[in-house]
Nanobody
Framework: QVQLVESGGGLVQPGGSLRLSCVAS????????MGWYRQAPGKQRELVAA???????NYVDSVKGRFTISRENARNMVYLQMNSLKSEDTAVYYC??????????????WGQGTQVTVSP
């Protein structure tokens, strides 16, 4: 059974920092690309940051220079360090694991989400 469990969300003031963590079980973690998505009320879920199985990263423009995604394969963990937080970063943040098999079949897993609220 695949599980992705996020932690580290909470309430923070503008300009503050948070570090989200996600631990995966039931998958070969090192073979999966990992991502952090977020969904704000009334908005579509968007990709915030992603890291491939090889360690390449990409970010949505709005978080570049402020957020950093990293992974620790030995512990089946992926992290999102969020600095200089803004009110518009308020959302539920979801951990995602994805792998495409040799025959094109896609395996896509999600965590339950963790709330991040940026407010004075």
């Amino acid at each position: 059974q695949v599980q992705l469990v996020e932690s580290g969300g909470g309430l923070v003031q503008p300009g503050g920092s948070l570090r989200l963590s996600c631990v995966a079980s039931g998958i070969i973690f090192s073979s999966h690309d990992m991502g952090w998505y977020r969904q704000a009320p009334g908005k579509q879920r968007e990709l915030v940051a992603a890291i491939t199985d090889g360690g390449s990263t990409n970010y949505v423009d709005s978080v570049k220079g402020r957020f950093t995604i990293s992974r620790e394969n030995a512990r089946n963990m992926v992290y999102l360090q969020m600095n200089s937080l803004k009110s518009e970063d308020t959302a539920v943040y979801y951990c995602n694991a994805v792998r495409t098999n040799w025959n094109g079949r896609k395996y896509d897993y999600w965590g339950q989400g963790t709330q991040v609220t940026v407010s004075p």
